[in-house]
């Protein structure tokens, strides 16, 4: 049987060294390609698509060769964000593939190979020792969760918070106690027509959701129109600066092929003033004195007269560029008065309200100070396209919940994608129980805020947050220490004293860097400090590992350990033996 | 030592059950609903709104209504937090009271039974020295865990009377 086995060609295959080497290899080129791409697709997304996936796809290897591109100087198209959150088609084998393979390789061909020989057997048990610790780190990495807890003084918690997910969490009081039924996010991106024993009878759909969102009120829409009002007036002022630049650089040229200190001197306040008023928030009026006085210099020094086409203020683009912002700050200020005509005025704040009140908006408008306000009225009815247009695309159409009364508009965001920033979703759920329509309700990561849902006698609260996972015990923080090495900001120790309240039994401890607390099957390891404005040590924030796996690294060294010293002294006493009779 | 059946299979068996642990790592784990039951947490007064805590606060609360205004704050320190007598006549001094001495300090504060031997209350009524309005002030100072609780609602003595029984209530479980 084992000569059938041994000219069977699969088994051939994963007993080759040649395979061992291709492996190896392969793994070379995941980790070199996979590093790379942590640049543009963040720390998570690139560890989830080259390590642990079994093929990484097209798009998260392209965001490795952009980077291969970009670190030789040449030219690449970067990612675009939809390409960073959605994989693509399988081109090449991923971590979880090499790495399978690697250990079955290992496996069989020590199987193919070995043979009882106590001159080898601690070689053997070191191979055990190898393989207990590969396959312990890819069950680490399949059960381990990692979460994190912070903490001000006084601050007692008995759950810790997700670095990445988050959950839509339905709460029910009963008694003393409070029932929660953890909804994770994936299951409101996919729309899932989402229902549990736990929830009695309801059920919520995702009308519409957001991985990274900002929830706006009335008067952040027409802010975010402001804002954008402004930019396109700073890219116009932007223009005629760039201008009034090259022509004071011309003069300055002239300057110099023909000295004129008077002359030189003017140029040298004119240009002081341009930088100066560059660097503050530039009133047109001011612009317009500025490019006026550009003007008279042109006239001294190149000697124009007052009809000569080349005079700055004789060019026809300059003057849209003015009007073009004058046209911006127009439209701000209609925003502002568009603002004051909704305020308290969007009682149900429902679309058909706010369209109503934009229609109305420029016929009021033009009965106030009739005839005097022509430019006004114009900037008003851009405004009021724009507006509704935003409006239509940003309304959340909610029904129901304090949240959805305040923020009635959502601005999607693009994916935060770097490991310091966190997405925060955005979802209007759709509500009902037993059949019967409840409502929709807003649910945001950035508001706190529980809301209420009323059914018969029971009173649900929704909120969106980032996952918790509760612990067994409560923390609470009484201490916190910051020492740095002295004279330096460098950071020497940081220490918190929590107390640990068990079920029957509290008692101090300290978390210092290298000294965690393990409790309830956790690792809490001191993270980071956080300091107030005022430089005093506000808030610790602890890491916290759940891997129930962690003894497979200590029983692999153990056994790799125990396998080195068995082979060292097997051959030592081996050694010392034959000394021995040689010397006899 | 010549080596027994028993051992020679011994590295085998090991390798057939590592390609079976193998076949676990296809195992994901799959996001699913989690039910927790939890003890219930704490929530306020209907009649207090979440204020922004201002200097060293920990949290704040304003209560508007018809007859006045207050507000409730709770406020952290390390080890006593200046002590009890400190900590008593910076409230007095906030009502324009004179300052109690050690001696007078006992009758000046009570005990709060739901909050422990250590907790002490304080209830005062004087004129505030920022507003010059007449204002009351029911504070209570509780020392746990190394650190000392200092709870203060104050405001319109009509309204903190109407509010001192769910301010002592709502303690026990505020922090």
């Not at chain 1, 997405?423 to 409502?439: F, T």
Request: hydrophobic share 40%; with cysteine; glycine share 8%.
């Amino acid at each position: 049987m084992m000569n059938a086995l041994k000219t069977n060609p699969v088994y051939q295959f994963f007993t080759s060294l040649r395979l061992t080497v291709t492996l190896l290899s392969i793994s070379l080129v995941i980790i070199f390609f996979g590093t790379l791409a942590q640049e543009p697709m963040g720390l998570n997304i690139a560890v989830e698509r080259y390590f642990k996936s079994f093929f990484i796809d097209a798009h998260a290897a392209e965001a490795g060769w952009f980077m291969l591109l970009k670190l030789v100087q040449v030219e690449g198209t970067p990612l675009t964000p939809e390409k960073i959150i959605n994989p693509g088609w399988p081109v090449f084998p991923g971590g979880y593939l090499v790495g399978s393979l690697l250990l079955i390789n290992l496996v069989v061909a020590y199987y193919h190979r070995f043979e009882w020989s106590a001159k080898k057997a601690g070689i053997y048990m070191t191979h055990v020792g190898i393989v207990t610790l590969l396959v312990g780190q890819l069950f680490t990495d399949i059960l381990q969760e990692e979460s994190f807890v912070h903490m001000e003084r006084g601050d007692r918690r008995n759950y810790t918070v997700s670095f990445d997910d988050n959950e839509l969490a339905l709460m029910l009081p009963a008694g003393g106690s409070n029932r929660v039924v953890s909804i994770p996010e994936i299951m409101l991106k996919d729309k899932t027509n989402i229902q549990h024993p736990d929830l009695a009878g309801l059920t919520v759909e995702t009308e519409k959701y957001w991985r990274n969102a900002r929830p706006m009120t009335v008067s952040q829409l027409i802010d975010l129109d402001r804002d954008e009002q402004q930019a396109l007036r700073q890219a116009k002022v932007d223009q005629v600066f760039a201008v009034i630049q090259t022509r004071i650089t011309a003069l300055e040229e002239r300057l110099q092929q023909s000295p004129h200190p008077e002359n030189r001197k003017a140029l040298t306040t004119l240009k002081g003033r341009a930088f100066q008023q560059r660097a503050e928030a530039v009133e047109l009026r001011s612009l317009a004195s500025l490019l006026g006085r550009v003007g008279e210099m042109e006239m001294e020094i190149l000697g124009l007269g007052e009809s000569d086409k080349q005079l700055i203020f004789n060019q026809k683009n300059l003057r849209e560029m003015l009007v073009a912002a004058r046209t911006f700050d127009d439209q701000r200020t209609v925003g502002e008065l568009f603002k004051s005509a909704v305020k308290g005025n969007l009682p149900q704040g429902t679309l058909d309200e706010f369209n109503a009140q934009a229609d109305h908006f420029v016929p009021t408008l033009r009965n106030y100070r009739e005839g005097e306000m022509g430019a006004m009225i114009q900037a008003a009815e851009k405004f009021i396209i724009r507006i509704k247009q935003r409006a239509q695309k940003f309304h959340t159409g909610t029904t129901e919940g304090r949240l959805g009364d305040y923020f009635r508009f959502v601005q999607p965001l693009a994916p935060a994608f770097d490991q310091n920033d966190r997405n925060q979703p955005v979802a209007v759920l759709k509500i009902s129980h037993k059949g019967e329509a409840l409502g929709t309700w807003l649910a945001s990561c950035t508001s706190e805020f529980q809301q209420s849902i009323s059914v018969g006698d029971q009173k649900w609260k929704l909120i969106l947050r980032p996952k918790r996972h509760y612990l067994g015990f409560h923390l609470t923080l009484v201490n916190l220490k910051w020492e740095k090495y002295r004279g330096t900001e460098i950071p020497k120790n940081f220490q918190s004293r929590v107390i640990v309240e068990g079920s029957s039994e509290s008692r101090p401890v300290d978390i210092s860097m290298n000294e965690p607390l393990r409790e309830g099957g956790q690792t809490f390891y001191q993270y980071q400090m956080n300091q107030n404005q005022l430089g005093a040590t506000v808030q610790t924030v602890l890491q916290v590992v759940k891997n129930p796996n962690w003894r497979t690294a200590y029983i692999g060294c153990l056994i790799v350990a125990l396998g080195l010293i068995y082979q060292f002294l097997f051959h030592l006493i081996g050694f010392a033996r034959k000394r021995k009779k040689a010397a006899a | 030592m010549r080596p027994t059946n028993a051992m020679t299979n011994l590295p085998r068996i090991f390798c057939l059950g590592l390609l079976v642990g193998l076949g676990f790592l296809g195992c994901e784990k799959a996001e699913k609903i989690e039910v927790h039951t939890i003890p219930a947490e704490p929530s306020p007064p209907e009649s207090w709104g979440l204020d922004s805590p201002f200097g060293p606060e920990k949290a704040r609360f304003s209560i508007s209504a018809t007859n006045g205004m207050a507000t409730v704050s709770l406020t952290v320190l390390q080890g006593d937090g200046g002590g009890l007598l400190g900590n008593v006549n910076r409230w007095r001094g906030q009502l324009g009271l004179e300052p109690l001495d050690e001696a007078s300090l006992g009758s000046g504060v009570q005990s709060v039974n739901s909050l422990g031997s250590e907790a002490r209350l304080i209830d005062i009524n004087g004129t505030s020295n920022r507003t010059q309005l007449d204002t009351r002030l029911v504070g209570v100072i509780v020392s746990r865990n190394e650190l000392t609780w200092f709870y203060k609602l104050m405001g319109t003595p009509e309204l903190v009377e109407a509010e001192k029984a769910g301010f002592l209530k709502y303690l026990p479980d505020w922090r």
